[in-house]
């Protein structure tokens, strides 16, 4: 199946650092997921985007909807150690049967 | 509160015997799924169904099967013919719209 291109691949950053990671894929989308997964757990949603060049924030969190509509980043402000854990981007298409296509994951790590 | 419960969160198992893994959702979602998750890696399509009776081969289906017999459950055996079965393994669901998927917390299967 298509895997969205996320980069990096894994970070490691000192606490109150900003971080940001950004999705491509080859095919456009009409929303763009970013999801939370730690260790040992099932990935939780963050931010949902709808919109070509829509902006949201969610607390310290800010995701884009590219204007292309084939790529999202997602940024991390001011970071904190219960930062750490793996996030997804994800795509997907209304009406397509398999629904949401994930990038393969960005592994965050925080450093005190 | 609705969500989606998986079952059991560890699980060990001889090679060569079949194993079924749980997956309960009171979300009233019509499409659930089931993914694998190797360390390092992404998320892997198993199997995943849009309605009631009916379902699909993901992108590994080989070695699993699945049943739908209930809106609410959606159960995966993972069979002796898996070559490598030990892995995390995460169930969603999702109401078919633009909304993403909400996961269980997994279960990690050992075969020794």
């Known amino acids: 199946g298509q895997q969205l291109n996320q980069s990096p691949q894994s970070m490691f950053i000192q606490e109150g650092e900003d971080v940001s990671m950004n999705c491509t894929s080859s095919?456009?989308?009409?929303?763009w997921l970013w999801y939370k997964q730690e260790p040992g757990e099932g990935p939780v949603l963050l931010i949902a985007?709808?919109?070509?060049?829509e902006l949201t924030s969610n607390g310290r969190l800010t995701a884009q909807f590219g204007i292309t509509r084939k790529d999202s980043f997602l940024n991390i402000s001011a970071s904190i150690p219960s930062d750490v854990g793996i996030y997804f981007c994800?795509?997907?298409?209304?009406?397509?049967?398999?629904?949401?296509?994930f990038g393969s994951g960005t592994q965050l790590t925080v450093l005190p | 509160d609705g969500g989606i419960t998986q079952s059991p969160k560890y699980l060990f198992r001889k090679e060569g015997q079949n194993v079924t893994l749980s997956c309960e959702q009171n979300?009233?979602?019509?499409?659930m799924y089931w993914y694998r998750q190797d360390p390092g890696q992404g998320l892997r399509l198993i199997y995943y169904?849009?309605?009631?009776?009916?379902?699909q081969k993901g992108d590994i289906a080989e070695g699993y099967s699945v049943s739908r017999e209930k809106k609410e459950s959606f159960p995966l055996t993972v069979t002796s013919a898996q070559k490598n079965p030990t892995a995390f393994y995460l169930c969603?669901?999702?109401?078919?719209?633009?909304?993403?998927?909400?996961f269980g917390s997994g279960t990690r299967l050992t075969v020794v």
């Open positions: 969603a669901s999702s109401a078919g719209t633009l909304y993403g998927y909400t």
């Open positions: 095919s456009i989308f009409n929303t």
């Open positions: 985007l709808y919109k070509a060049g």
């Open positions: 994800a795509g997907q298409n209304k009406g397509s049967a398999r629904q949401l296509t």
């Open positions: 979300l009233n979602h019509d499409a």
């Open positions: 169904s849009q309605i009631v009776n009916d379902f």
